[in-house]
């Protein structure tokens, strides 16, 4: 409970007790005795008084610097309060973008070893397909020669004067197998020719 406190004009005090020093000074034994203890009471009275006074301005004072400082924590604490609340949010945020992320991760990592299973298991096949293509054809090279197209047109055209030769001579057999030579080598270029085709 707060007291009003109302400050004497300046010079009352004072000449108050000016005024009882002086009618003490006049008076004598007890009533003048009475009349300086009652001059000092007041001076005491006075000065407790301006003591009072001057406590209760410092408190008012200190009461009006808490009350802005509290304000000002209250406003700090509301603001920080938002503050985590916002920064919850966010972290909420973040960790449900997280977690749909590696949720996506985890498919496509499991789409890619599907990927990789599928392409080792081509490559296993295609190994062994590659292999056995190997294999005949070393079979086959062990049968067939690589001749040039150039050394067989040679070639035939060498059968064709052998035979002309061979039929001026009378050697039917002979001309026979050099026709049949020839055959052979017009057989393989057709061959070669639908192959590049």
């Known amino acids: ?5 109302v400050p004497l004009p300046p010079n009352a005090s004072s000449e108050t007790i000016d005024f009882l020093r002086r009618m003490a000074s006049m008076v004598s034994g007890r009533n003048g005795e009475m009349l300086l203890r009652a001059a000092r009471l007041i001076e005491s009275l ?21 009350a802005e400082l509290r304000e ?10 938002s503050q985590s609340e916002a920064l919850r949010a966010q972290l909420a945020e973040v960790i449900a973008a997280s ?3 590696r949720a996506a991760f985890d ?8 990927l990789m299973q599928n392409a080792e298991s081509h490559i296993v096949k295609l190994t062994t397909e590659l292999d056995s ?27 064709d004067y052998l035979s002309s030769g ?29 192959d590049t085709a």
């Open 1 to 5: 409970m707060s007291a009003t406190v």
């Open 46 to 66: 006075a000065r407790r008084a301006m003591s009072a006074e001057r406590l209760y301005h410092e408190q008012q004072i200190e009461s009006t610097r808490n």
């Open 72 to 81: 000002a924590a209250e406003l700090a604490s509301d603001a920080m309060v």
């Open 99 to 101: 977690a749909a992320e």
């Open 107 to 114: 498919a496509e990592r499991g789409k890619l070893i599907g």
């Open 133 to 159: 293509l190997r294999a005949s054809v070393d079979s086959l090279n062990e049968t067939a020669v690589s001749v040039p197209i150039e050394v067989l047109r040679l070639a035939r055209t060498q059968f």
């Open 166 to 194: 061979f039929a001026h001579k009378g050697d039917v057999i002979s001309q026979a197998m050099s026709e049949i030579g020839g055959f052979a080598i017009d057989q393989a270029l057709t061959a070669k020719k639908t």
